[in-house]
C-alpha cells in the first residue's frame, strides 16, 4: 500500500472523548479500552493529558507499558511542563508521541491567550524544539484552525515543520466548518506551504453543526493523511468526528474516495460497545455502523427487498463491523466450554473468576429468555467487567410493589470486601430501590438522567439502564444491565456511585486547559 493513500488512525477517546461530562474512566477501564483499540488496529492513540492530574500521567504511564503496537500519544499545551511531563508519561512506550498545540486564530490570541501573534509563533518553535528533543515524533496542532487567518496559519505551519513537528494537525476545534471549506483549507495550506512534504497533515473535527464526519473526510480527500476521530463519536460538547463511520465510509465508497486505514473492522462493535458501556454513553438506536437499529429492517417493502437480495438495502453486512452470526445457538442447556468458546469467537478473553462470574449470569439470562443474541452476551460481559473492580457491588435485591402501599425495596451490597444491606420505600420501585442503595452509600449526588432502553427485541430482553449522577459539578454516568429492568437499575446506580467516588479523589484540571 502506498505512502499517498493509507489514513492514519489517530483515535482520541481517552483523551478527548474522555472530556465528555461524565464520561471519566478509572485507570482498569483506560487500560481495557486502550488494549482494544490496539487489537482494533489504530495507528496512533492519544492516551491523555499527562500535565492535567496525576491520574492522567498514571492512566498515560500505564498504556504506555501495555500497548506494544499503536503509537502512544500524550498531549501538551505549548509550555515546558507540559510537554516534559508529556515526555515522561509516554517514555516506556515502544512507540510515542508527544502532542503540542496551541491557539493561532484571532479570538482566541486575543481573549485566551492574550498574546500578540508573533510570540504564538515563537511559542510554536521553541515547543516544538523542546519536544523534539524529548521524543523523534512530534506534532504540531493549531488550535482553532478552521478559523486562524490563511496568511499567519501557513507561517505557523512552516515555522512548526521547520522546528522538526511530523505531523501537522489543522482542527476545526468549535465545529464552525463546512466540508468545501475545511478541504479547501488543507489544499491551500499544502500547496502554500514550502516544507509541507516533509509532514503528514491531520484533520480534527468537532461535530457542533453534525459536519464531523464530512469534514474530516473532505481534509482526507484534499490531502490529509491522518484522521483524528474517536469511538461513536464521543467528545466535548457536541462529540467528535466518529471513528466508525469514518473507517466504513472509506471501506464502501472506496471506489469515490481511494483511501485505505489499518482498521480490522470486524473488531469495531465489540469497541463501541466496551466505549458505551465503562462511559455510560449509551449509542443511540439509529446511529449510523453500531447503533440496534442500523442493520434492522421493518418495513415490509424492505423486507421484501432483503429476502430478494440484502443489498437492496444493505450497503455493508453485519459481519463486516463485527455482528457475526453463528449457527451455534446458546440457551440454558449450553456448557461452559460452549460459552467460553463464544467468548474467544466475539473477542473477549477472562480469567477463571471473570468467566465463572459471567457464566453464571449467563445461565440466568437463559432460565428467563426464550432466545441469548449475541448482543445479550455482550451487554452481559462488558457490565460483569465494569462492575469487577469496584469497590461497591451489587450483590442482590429483593421488591416488593403494588397499586395500595408504597413500593419498598431491600439491597444488599458488597462493600470493601463486607456485605451490608438495606431497606427503604419509595415512590415507586426505581425510587425505592436507589433510597436503600443510599441508605448504605450516603451522598449528595443529584440524579439527573434515567433511561432505559432494550439490548434486543421482545418482552424478554435484557434492559441497559443508564443513571447520571450530580455533584458539584461533577457528572458521571453509570450503566448495568439485566433482563428485569430494576436490578438493572441499581447496577448502574452503584456503577454510577463507584465513578463518583473516583472523580471525588481525581485532581480536575486547572480552568485554563482546553485543547483542539
Same mark, same amino acid.
Given at each position: 500500500?502506498?505512502?499517498?493513500?493509507?489514513?492514519?488512525?489517530?483515535?482520541?477517546?481517552?483523551?478527548?472523548?474522555?472530556?465528555?461530562?461524565?464520561?471519566?474512566?478509572?485507570? %482498569?477501564?483506560?487500560?481495557?479500552?486502550?488494549?482494544?483499540?490496539?487489537?482494533?488496529?489504530?495507528?496512533?492513540?492519544?492516551?491523555?493529558?499527562?500535565?492535567?492530574?496525576?491520574?492522567?500521567?498514571?492512566?498515560?504511564?500505564?498504556?504506555?507499558?501495555?500497548?506494544?503496537?499503536?503509537?502512544?500519544?500524550?498531549?501538551?499545551?505549548?509550555?515546558?511542563?507540559?510537554?516534559?511531563?508529556?515526555?515522561?508519561?509516554?517514555?516506556?512506550?515502544?512507540?510515542?508521541?508527544?502532542?503540542?498545540?496551541?491557539?493561532?486564530?484571532?479570538?482566541?490570541?486575543?481573549?485566551?491567550?492574550?498574546?500578540?501573534?508573533?510570540?504564538?509563533?515563537?511559542?510554536?518553535?521553541?515547543?516544538?524544539?523542546?519536544?523534539?528533543?524529548?521524543?523523534?515524533?512530534?506534532?504540531?496542532?493549531? %488550535?482553532?484552525?478552521?478559523?486562524?487567518?490563511?496568511?499567519?496559519?501557513?507561517?505557523?505551519?512552516?515555522?512548526?515543520?521547520?522546528?522538526?513537528?511530523?505531523?501537522?494537525?489543522?482542527?476545526?476545534?468549535?465545529?464552525?466548518?463546512?466540508?468545501?471549506?475545511?478541504?479547501?483549507?488543507?489544499?491551500?495550506?499544502?500547496?502554500?506551504?514550502?516544507?509541507?512534504?516533509?509532514?503528514?497533515?491531520?484533520?480534527?473535527?468537532?461535530?457542533?453543526?453534525?459536519?464531523?464526519?464530512?469534514?474530516?473526510?473532505?481534509?482526507?480527500?484534499?490531502?490529509?493523511?491522518?484522521?483524528?476521530?474517536?469511538?461513536?463519536?464521543?467528545?466535548?460538547?457536541?462529540?467528535?468526528?466518529?471513528?466508525?463511520?469514518?473507517?466504513?465510509?472509506?471501506?464502501?465508497?472506496?471506489?469515490?474516495?481511494?483511501?485505505?486505514?489499518?482498521?480490522?473492522? %470486524?473488531?469495531?462493535?465489540?469497541?463501541?460497545?466496551?466505549?458505551?458501556?465503562?462511559?455510560?454513553?449509551?449509542?443511540?438506536?439509529?446511529?449510523?455502523?453500531?447503533?440496534?437499529?442500523?442493520?434492522?429492517?421493518?418495513?415490509?417493502?424492505?423486507?421484501?427487498?432483503?429476502?430478494?437480495?440484502?443489498?437492496?438495502?444493505?450497503?455493508?453486512?453485519?459481519?463486516?463491523?463485527?455482528?457475526?452470526?453463528?449457527?451455534?445457538?446458546?440457551?440454558?442447556?449450553?456448557?461452559?466450554?460452549?460459552?467460553?468458546?463464544?467468548?474467544?469467537?466475539?473477542?473477549?478473553?477472562?480469567?477463571?473468576?471473570?468467566?465463572?462470574?459471567?457464566?453464571?449470569?449467563?445461565?440466568?439470562?437463559?432460565?428467563?429468555?426464550?432466545?441469548?443474541?449475541?448482543?445479550?452476551?455482550?451487554?452481559?460481559?462488558?457490565?460483569?467487567?465494569?462492575?469487577?473492580?469496584?469497590?461497591?457491588?451489587?450483590?442482590?435485591?429483593?421488591?416488593?410493589?403494588?397499586?395500595?402501599?408504597?413500593?419498598?425495596?431491600?439491597?444488599?451490597?458488597?462493600?470493601?470486601?463486607?456485605?451490608?444491606?438495606?431497606?427503604?420505600?419509595?415512590?415507586?420501585?426505581?425510587?425505592?430501590?436507589?433510597?436503600?442503595?443510599?441508605?448504605?452509600?450516603?451522598?449528595?449526588?443529584?440524579?439527573?438522567?434515567?433511561?432505559?432502553?432494550?439490548?434486543?427485541?421482545?418482552?424478554?430482553?435484557?434492559?441497559?439502564?443508564?443513571?447520571?449522577?450530580?455533584?458539584?459539578?461533577?457528572?458521571?454516568?453509570?450503566?448495568?444491565?439485566?433482563?428485569?429492568?430494576?436490578?438493572?437499575?441499581?447496577?448502574?446506580?452503584?456503577?454510577?456511585?463507584?465513578?463518583?467516588?473516583?472523580?471525588?479523589?481525581?485532581?480536575?484540571?486547572? %480552568?485554563?486547559?482546553?485543547?483542539?
Amino acid at each position: 500500500m502506498s505512502a499517498t493513500n493509507q489514513i492514519i488512525i489517530f483515535d482520541t477517546t481517552l483523551r478527548d472523548g474522555e472530556q465528555s461530562p461524565g464520561a471519566a474512566m478509572n485507570l %482498569e477501564e483506560k487500560l481495557k479500552v486502550a488494549l482494544l483499540l490496539e487489537q482494533l488496529g489504530v495507528d496512533v492513540m492519544e492516551a491523555g493529558f499527562p500535565i492535567s492530574s496525576n491520574g492522567d500521567f498514571e492512566a498515560v504511564n500505564a498504556i504506555a507499558k501495555v500497548v506494544k503496537n499503536s503509537t502512544v500519544c500524550g498531549l501538551a499545551r505549548a509550555t515546558a511542563k507540559d510537554i516534559e511531563r508529556a515526555a515522561e508519561a509516554i517514555k516506556p512506550a515502544p512507540r510515542k508521541r508527544i502532542h503540542t498545540f496551541i491557539s493561532t486564530s484571532p479570538l482566541h490570541m486575543k481573549y485566551k491567550l492574550q498574546m500578540e501573534p508573533e510570540k504564538v509563533l515563537q511559542a510554536v518553535t521553541d515547543s516544538i524544539a523542546l519536544a523534539r528533543k524529548l521524543c523523534d515524533d512530534i506534532e504540531w496542532s493549531a %488550535e482553532d484552525g478552521s478559523r486562524t487567518e490563511h496568511d499567519f496559519l501557513c507561517r505557523c505551519v512552516e515555522a512548526a515543520i521547520k522546528a522538526g513537528a511530523t505531523t501537522i494537525n489543522i482542527p476545526d476545534t468549535v465545529g464552525y466548518s463546512t466540508p468545501q471549506e475545511y478541504g479547501d483549507l488543507f489544499k491551500m495550506v499544502i500547496n502554500r506551504v514550502p516544507n509541507a512534504d516533509k509532514a503528514i497533515f491531520s484533520t480534527h473535527c468537532h461535530n457542533d453543526l453534525g459536519l464531523a464526519v464530512a469534514n474530516s473526510l473532505a481534509g482526507a480527500i484534499n490531502g490529509a493523511r491522518q484522521i483524528e476521530c474517536t469511538i461513536n463519536g464521543l467528545g466535548e460538547r457536541a462529540g467528535n468526528a466518529a471513528l466508525e463511520e469514518i473507517v466504513m465510509a472509506l471501506k464502501v465508497r472506496h471506489d469515490i474516495m481511494p483511501l485505505s486505514t489499518n482498521i480490522k473492522t %470486524e473488531v469495531i462493535t465489540r469497541a463501541s460497545h466496551l466505549v458505551s458501556t465503562v462511559t455510560g454513553f449509551n449509542v443511540q438506536p439509529n446511529k449510523s455502523i453500531v447503533g440496534a437499529n442500523a442493520f434492522a429492517h421493518e418495513s415490509g417493502i424492505h423486507q421484501d427487498g432483503m429476502i430478494k437480495n440484502r443489498q437492496t438495502y444493505e450497503i455493508m453486512t453485519p459481519q463486516s463491523v463485527g455482528l457475526t452470526k453463528t449457527s451455534m445457538k446458546l440457551g440454558k442447556l449450553s456448557g461452559r466450554a460452549a460459552f467460553r468458546g463464544k467468548l474467544q469467537e466475539m473477542g473477549y478473553t477472562l480469567d477463571d473468576n471473570a468467566l465463572t462470574e459471567a457464566f453464571n449470569r449467563f445461565k440466568d439470562l437463559a432460565d428467563k429468555k426464550k432466545e441469548v443474541f449475541d448482543e445479550d452476551i455482550m451487554a452481559l460481559v462488558d457490565d460483569e467487567v465494569a462492575q469487577a473492580s469496584q469497590n461497591i457491588r451489587f450483590i442482590s435485591m429483593e421488591l416488593r410493589t403494588g397499586s395500595k402501599e408504597p413500593a419498598q425495596a431491600k439491597i444488599e451490597l458488597l462493600i470493601d470486601g463486607k456485605n451490608v444491606s438495606a431497606s427503604a420505600t419509595g415512590n415507586g420501585c426505581v425510587d425505592a430501590t436507589f433510597n436503600a442503595i443510599k441508605a448504605l452509600v450516603p451522598h449528595q449526588a443529584n440524579l439527573q438522567l434515567y433511561q432505559v432502553g432494550a439490548v434486543t427485541q421482545g418482552t424478554d430482553a435484557q434492559a441497559e439502564v443508564t443513571v447520571r449522577l450530580e455533584e458539584m459539578g461533577r457528572t458521571v454516568n453509570g450503566q448495568g444491565a439485566d433482563p428485569d429492568t430494576i436490578i438493572a437499575s441499581a447496577r448502574a446506580y452503584v456503577h454510577a456511585l463507584n465513578k463518583l467516588a473516583i472523580k471525588r479523589l481525581k485532581q480536575e484540571p486547572p %480552568e485554563d486547559i482546553l485543547t483542539p
